[in-house]
């Protein structure tokens, strides 16, 4: 399926499950992923985000992630989700993990610019495992200290 020749909405429903085996749907005229028991979603702000990336990278463990204007968004494996106490911290630095039932928008493009306002640093692919939820918020507590954010 070629990206390029993708008009609507269905047509990039269509090409994120059978390109990335994304259990997307169509939901008032976007593309949404659904947080489940086999997708997570990690909100962090920017300045965060880019240190997360930085570290994960070093340890071959990104996986996809989007970015809006003050946030990224890391998709990742449900290992385990933090306790009440790493939560609340968690909140303090502005760092989100949607409930499952949530979902999450994805663009309907794979440029910078799109009607969604998001696009992927890392898009999905078949062969990228989604590094595991505890990896990402362990990393996004150990860099941040001195973050600013």
């Known amino acids: ?19 990335f085996g994304l259990p997307v749907t169509e939901r008032g005229g976007f593309v949404m992923l659904p947080v ?5 979603v990690v909100h962090l702000p920017v300045a965060r985000a880019e240190q997360v990336r ?3 990278q070093q340890h071959q463990r990104t ?14 494996e449900p290992d385990s989700r933090p306790g009440a106490q790493v939560m609340e911290v968690l909140e303090r630095l502005d760092i989100g993990i949607p409930a499952i039932g949530s979902a999450v928008m994805l663009p309907t493009g794979l440029g910078r610019w799109t009607r969604e306002g998001c696009h992927w640093i890392k898009p999905p692919a078949r062969d990228i495992e989604l590094p595991p939820l505890s990896a990402i918020v362990t990393t996004a507590l150990a860099v941040g200290s001195g973050s600013g954010g």
């Open 1 to 19: 399926m070629n990206a390029d020749k993708l008009r609507t909405v269905q047509d990039w429903v269509s090409y994120y499950r059978h390109e």
């Open 36 to 40: 489940t028991g086999a997708v997570a």
């Open 54 to 56: 930085a570290a994960l």
């Open 63 to 76: 996986g996809p992630m989007l970015a809006r204007q003050i946030r990224w968004s890391f998709l990742a």
